[in-house]
């Protein structure tokens, strides 16, 4: 099977909005299709990652859990826009994975790097 | 007026935008609730807002998003019932689109 | 929606045949479900189908194949972690048929 590079950009704040888990699955496919691939937090998306989501009273899935289960699919770059963490007050120790910090014009320059982006 | 805002502040103007109708209270749900959090640029605004606003954030999404730990003082938190107290005491409401 | 019986109680399932509540199911359950696909239970079986349930609690998703294969290697020992072992078990997919007799749904990644 041909590998290509596969960018997932997530700028949504999770459960207000179907997208960020979407995303996660649409990554999941990929990587279970042994596609190289990474995923890109900013804006309201690094809200996805803040540790410590306790879904019970919205009834829905927490999936913090199931961002444990990117290393079983060897999904390990996960990238963190700096600017988007600092304007909400967040810092790597309030992130339930560890993660790579970059700013925005370095994101840029791995986007540009990469065979497919695609935006959640 | 009660104004309920469920988007994040941090992607939609509509806390900043319910914030200078003048006063009455605020009820932030959903992605609203992120507004609430201490430390990010949202909480000054709320802050210099609390003379005119009663703040008010549900605590399910509170929780859901791991915030309910730090929320800005001055906000209250009400639960489902609490949401629906809110809406019967007031005599007008709007969600916020 | 269609359902099944198991020892007089309705299950509801899915056009595919996967449980759509994975709160009801039961050992009961998962052996009916394991005869809608054909197989007979043995303790291998179990073995996999209980690996799953807890995997699925952990992560809140059904592996795919390849990550399953992998994770029960790590946990069980390589002369279950490959796949020509899983597919002697479950010969229509280790990953879609194991976990429709967990009660689970069909596993991210499987289309």
């Keep these: 099977m041909t590998t290509k590079q596969f960018m997932f950009v997530n700028r949504k704040a999770p459960y207000g909005t179907i997208y ?68 909400r007050g967040l810092t790597t120790d309030d992130l339930a994975l560890p993660v790579e910090v970059f700013s925005r014009a370095e994101l840029g320059k791995l986007m540009e790097e990469q065979d497919v982006v695609l935006s959640f | 007026m009660l104004h309920i805002i469920n988007k994040s502040p941090y992607d939609r103007p509509a806390f900043y935008s319910a914030l200078k109708t003048g006063e009455g209270a605020i009820l932030l749900i959903e992605d609203g609730v992120y507004a609430a959090a201490k430390g990010g640029v949202a909480e000054a605004k709320l802050k210099a807002a609390t003379d005119k606003f009663k703040f008010y954030a549900l605590t399910a999404d509170l929780e859901a998003r791991g915030i309910a730990d730090r929320v800005v003082d001055g906000v209250t938190l009400v639960n489902y019932a609490g949401f629906v107290d809110l809406v019967a005491e007031y005599k007008t409401n709007q969600s916020w689109l | 929606m269609a359902s099944i019986e198991v020892n007089g109680k309705s299950y509801e399932i899915d056009e595919e045949g996967y449980l759509v509540d994975l709160s009801t199911w039961n050992e009961e359950v998962g052996a009916y479900l394991a005869t809608t696909e054909g197989l007979t239970l043995t303790d291998q079986h179990w073995e996999v189908i209980n690996f799953l349930r807890e995997y699925y609690n952990e992560f809140q998703i059904a592996p795919a194949v390849r990550v399953l294969t992998k994770a029960i290697g790590k946990k069980l020992g390589p002369e279950k972690g490959n796949s020509q072992y899983l597919y002697e078990l479950f010969p229509y997919g280790p990953a879609k048929q194991a976990c429709k007799v967990a009660g689970l749904p069909k596993p991210t990644g499987c289309v």
């Design chain 1, 20 to 87: 960020a888990w979407e995303s996660l699955e649409v990554v999941l496919i990929a990587a279970a299709f042994e596609q190289d691939v990474s995923m890109a937090f900013l804006d309201d998306g690094v809200y996805q990652l803040k540790k410590g989501h306790q879904t019970k009273g919205i009834e829905v899935k927490a999936f913090e859990k199931t961002f444990g289960a990117l290393e079983d699919y060897d999904v390990t770059k996960i990238y963190v826009d700096q600017e988007s963490l600092t304007e």
